[in-house]
């Protein structure tokens, strides 16, 4: 009998711990967050490019990307407890970018309504050698451009382009305008389907007391003065005496009231991203670039003289990496930041939304990834 009782209890304290790791079993249905996206009326939008993204740690990175359908809902494929925010494009609306928390175990459905587009849209984008110069990588730029299509096109390292085949292709995706600062080593470039105005082309060798490794584009667009630049891949001071000449001999020499915006490629880090890099961050550094010191005197420079990290405007104190696109160089801690978009403190009051674009597409377009920014501006054809 004390046989039988013991087996009789054996089996209940089996049964109790089955019953209780089943609450936690993966074979359990999760909840599903759901979104719906609507117009001011309260119409679907369809064909709305939808990322989610959650934070690990104060990393924000991509859990599931896609369009919405004909009844304007979107479905992520991750399913799961998620805190950060849902990012939407759709042609004819404002960009949105909103908060998501989800404990991954209830239905949660969303309602997004996106407001009628008026702002100005820009993205800066360092496309590594021309896009490596290969046809299918410029055509799948060609294709996935189309779901931002951005006003103005901010290009670093046009290898291979001339002005003539930037323009070319700059048509491709409906821009009339097109200026490449040279036509050798790593050229930065600029496009635009509104009209670009006293390009300045800077170089080392041209009028201006200024050095620019690769060189720097400047026009005027829609009452904004753009500078499109890509400083020094080596030494922390080569960077410093770009960035201070540009600013010193340009920009400082506008008119008080000019409204600026300096994009590109700074190889440069940011002390805003501090907090966010682990303790291996110097030798994953080291392994991946070692020439670009952690230093943060260019973006200090920067901010110390009334720009804004357009990022960081709309980032709630987190963090994205720019570079590189994969995480195999910093295992530990999924990469840095060297590319930037800075206001103007004036511009930067006009600025409505600003992302790193993480994505599948451009996860293998270039080994950076590019910033996209929209500006409440009057915009006109004049």
């Keep these: 009998m004390k046989n039988i009782n013991l087996l009789i209890s054996l089996l209940c304290v089996l049964f109790c711990a089955c019953s209780e790791s089943n609450d936690d079993d993966s074979n359990t249905p999760l909840g599903q967050l759901s979104v719906t996206l609507k117009d001011a009326n309260g119409k679907p939008v369809k064909d709305a490019f939808v990322v989610l993204s959650g934070l690990e740690g104060r990393r924000l990175v991509n859990m599931g990307e896609g369009f919405s359908k004909e009844n304007g809902s979107w479905l992520p494929y991750y399913k799961g407890n998620v805190d950060g925010y849902i990012s939407v494009v759709a042609s004819g609306y404002e960009a949105s970018k909103t908060k998501v928390s989800y404990d991954g175990k209830y239905e949660q459905k969303l309602d997004i309504t996106l407001q009628e587009s008026h702002s100005l849209s820009i993205m800066s984008y360092n496309v590594k ?93 829609q009452g904004i003065h753009i500078f499109v630049t890509h400083l020094s891949p080596f030494e922390v001071d080569d960077r410093i005496r770009e960035i201070k000449g540009l600013v010193e001999e340009k920009i400082k020499k506008l008119p008080a009231d000019a409204k600026v915006l300096v994009a590109g490629d700074f190889n440069s880090y940011n002390e805003y991203d501090k907090k966010a890099y682990g303790p291996k961050f110097e030798t994953e550094r080291l392994q991946f670039s070692p020439t670009v010191a952690i230093n943060y005197e260019v973006t200090n420079f920067m901010l110390e003289n009334g720009f804004k990290d357009a990022f960081t405007l709309f980032s709630d104190g987190h963090f994205k990496q720019s570079i590189p696109v994969t995480i195999t160089e910093f295992p530990e801690n999924k990469g840095c930041r060297y590319d930037y978009i800075m206001l103007s403190e004036n511009l930067a009051a006009d600025c409505v939304y600003a992302d790193i674009l993480r994505e599948k597409n451009t996860h293998v377009l270039s080994d950076h990834y590019p910033n996209y920014i929209r500006l409440k501006v009057n915009t006109t054809n004049k």
């Design 129 to 221: 050698d021309g896009f490596e110069n290969k046809d299918n990588k410029k055509q799948r730029f060609l294709e996935w451009i189309r779901r931002y299509d951005p006003d103005i096109m901010l290009f670093q390292e046009l290898n291979k382009f001339t002005e003539k085949s930037l323009g070319e292709f700059a048509k491709k995706y409906g821009h009339e305008y097109a200026y490449i600062v040279k036509e050798d080593g790593y050229p930065t470039g600029i496009t635009s389907r509104y009209p670009l105005t006293n390009v300045e082309k800077i170089l080392r060798a041209n009028k201006y007391d200024i050095f620019i490794y690769h060189g720097c584009i400047h026009a005027e667009c």
